[in-house]
């Protein structure tokens, strides 16, 4: 997994509770590498799982809950950090109807080795999408809080609804912008 992905939460975690508060779950979930992420690197999806799960027992939500927060938090991140991939979407379901046939392949530029999920546009209107969703990850919460920022990014509202589907790890979103 993306080393941006550990230090933006380990980041989240210091600015919406306190960096002694990241310290004690990094310490606590028992990490391989006592919680030294860089950005650029890549680090097993398991040392995730246990800061998600020290993260749950600490504040007594959800896992996928949190994870949803934290994809709310990450599109900032992503956007602040890499922004110009974004230069030439101009609406919100744009932005999702490009994202393996283009805003996947910049992140691939610059990190060659990433395992992204993939998204497949089904139907699209002015203001609908049908969008399937696969991660081997089934991260589909962070899917949801990155999809909810980036709408609040293009100004709009966001009526969502996520369908797993019978495949493993596949989910799909029905989307309408109002």
């Known amino acids: 997994m993306l080393g941006i992905v550990f230090t933006s939460l380990i980041d989240m975690l210091e600015e919406k509770v306190s960096p002694e508060f990241a310290d004690e779950v990094i310490v606590d ?3 391989s590498n006592d919680g030294a992420y860089t950005s650029v690197g ?4 398991e040392e995730m799982q246990k800061l998600l799960t020290v993260l749950a027992e600490k504040t007594g939500k959800s896992i996928n809950a949190l994870i949803y927060d934290f ?14 991939v974004l230069t030439n979407t101009k609406t919100l379901l ?3 109807e490009h994202l393996d046939d283009d ?28 969008l399937r969703y696969f ?8 899917a949801e809080g990155l999809m909810d920022a980036a709408a609040a990014h293009f100004d709009c ?20 912008v109002v």
């Open 42 to 45: 890549y680090y097993p999806f």
């Open 135 to 142: 991660s081997e990850r089934d991260l589909y919460p962070l």
């Open 94 to 96: 744009d932005l999702f």
């Open 71 to 84: 994809g709310v938090y990450l599109f900032g991140k992503l956007f602040a950090a890499h922004g110009e």
């Open 157 to 176: 509202q966001l009526e969502r609804e996520t369908h797993p589907m019978d495949s493993p790890h596949t989910y799909e979103f029905s989307l309408k």
């Open 29 to 31: 979930a028992k990490l």
């Open 103 to 130: 805003i996947h392949v910049q992140v691939r530029k610059l990190y060659p080795d990433a395992d992204l999920p993939r998204f497949a546009v089904i139907s699209r209107t002015d203001s609908t999408m049908r």
